[in-house]
């Protein structure tokens, strides 16, 4: 068996009186790419944020190495938020920082190492995302495909040995979504990273999973590898999967009142 380097346990979240996410159960296997899928607002940010342990849960717990996050202090947090890397939608650059200084950030801010080792690991991380002649340049000097590599730079700045990845082929033109997917699965392959990565672009996603895992409003509907997600007989599964126009995500929306929208009464996924 392989070993489980995240365990989400029966995980419910709530905001306010909705519950966004209902006792979420899966596990993330050292050294794999976990792709997590499900449409707009199915909780998949949600979950990723409770991995990385940005908000707690009401209900369920979450181990990372075989500890409880709900269970750590503020400052076993803090340390196990050096050992993961999160490349969050936008990239989240600091804008007033040039890129090198951007990826020097949190080696300055979490080591004591000396300005001239920096200096040499923000040169091999930029060279490892394709960027080692922009170093200088401001983010706002990069296009968008530049900037998610300059993001995933900074977030391999500490050696972390899992990488949260959300939406990183988000606006992006399908050439760079590409090479931004074929990154992750450099990084996994040469660097051993474990990745967690949210998406709902089917094609990147099939490039790049071992194993996906499919929510829909808030509910665990199935896991598997991606052959498994192809050949599965489940409509749901099969509409999202192929991208289908007919199917139990249309005709929900379709026998949703435009009265209960408009209340809330109804989420429509
Ligand atoms: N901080 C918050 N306060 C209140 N509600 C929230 C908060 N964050 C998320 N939600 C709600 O939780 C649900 C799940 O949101 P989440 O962002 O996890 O969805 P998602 O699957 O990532 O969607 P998308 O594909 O659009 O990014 C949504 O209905 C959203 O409105
Ligand atoms: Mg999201």
């Given amino acids: 068996m392989p070993t489980a380097v995240i365990q989400v346990l029966d995980i419910t979240k709530k905001f306010g009186s909705r519950t966004v996410l209902d006792a979420i159960r899966l596990d993330v296997f ?21 991995m990385i342990g940005n908000i707690l849960p009401e209900g369920g717990d979450i181990m990372v190495f075989g500890k409880s996050l709900r269970g750590m202090s503020d400052g076993e947090l803090a340390e196990y938020r050096k050992t993961i890397g999160v490349l969050f939608q936008s990239g989240a650059l600091f804008n007033s920082m040039s890129v090198a200084d951007n990826i020097a950030l949190p080696l300055r801010e979490h080591t004591d190492l000396a300005e001239d080792t920096i200096d040499i690991i923000v040169k091999m991380k930029l060279e490892l995302v394709g960027l080692r002649e922009h170093a200088d340049k401001m983010p706002s000097q990069l296009s968008g495909g530049m900037k998610k590599r300059a993001g995933l730079a900074r977030a391999m ?95 929900r929306r379709r026998g949703s009142g435009y009265a209960n929208d408009l209340l809330g009464l109804d989420p429509v996924i």
């Fill in 30 to 50: 050292d050294g794999e790419t976990l792709v997590i899928l499900g449409g707009s607002g199915s909780g998949k940010s949600t979950l990723l944020r409770l």
């Fill in 157 to 251: 700045a500490m050696d972390p040995k899992i990488l949260f990845y959300d939406e990183p082929s988000a606006g992006l033109d399908p050439v760079t979504s590409a090479e931004i997917d074929q990154l992750i699965i450099d990084l996994n392959r040469k660097l051993g990273v474990t990745s967690v990565v949210v998406t709902h672009e089917m094609d990147s996603a099939f490039r790049i999973a071992h194993r996906m895992v499919l929510l829909d409003r808030g509910k665990f509907i199935v896991s598997g590898t991606p052959d498994e997600m192809r050949n599965s007989t489940d409509p749901l599964v099969r509409q999202f999967v192929f991208g289908l126009t007919e199917g139990p995500l249309t005709e």
